[in-house]
């Protein structure tokens, strides 16, 4: 138990360094592509939050291991927890699509690809601290 607390605690820091490297992933691979135009700005936006997106699975399964792990003697518990947690995720996907469609729609469409990436780096960031949170 305590090497799994460890493993948690450490990889949670791992993923809050990751976490400052998406927005410049993105202003990255604009700089490298002078001939800025709404393809490239997707492009950049789309990888940038691909890899948001690898963090949050990754918090995601952390947090979903820990719920079973602290719950281990009580399942109902940590049934309700795992239900209630899966469903804020789920909740959140369903806001984030419709916001940024949305946006897309009402702004231009580079604007899919940039609100799922500033939706993600956001997500990412909130999940590896409740993870952090839920560890100390």
Known sequence: MKL???????????????????SQIDELCRKN?????????????????????KSINESYKQIIRLIKSRYENDPDTANNELTR??????????????????????????MYSICRMDENIARADALSDYFEHLTQ
């Open 4 to 22: 799994f607390l460890f493993s948690i605690v450490f990889a949670s820091f791992i993923s809050s360094a990751a976490n400052d490297n998406y």
């Open 33 to 53: 592509n002078p001939d800025i135009n709404n393809s490239v700005v997707m492009g950049c936006a789309d990888s940038a939050s691909d890899d948001a997106k």
């Open 85 to 110: 947690f899966e469903l804020a995720q789920k909740s959140w996907l369903a806001y984030r699509e419709n916001w940024c469609d949305s946006q897309g729609f009402l702004i231009g469409s580079p």
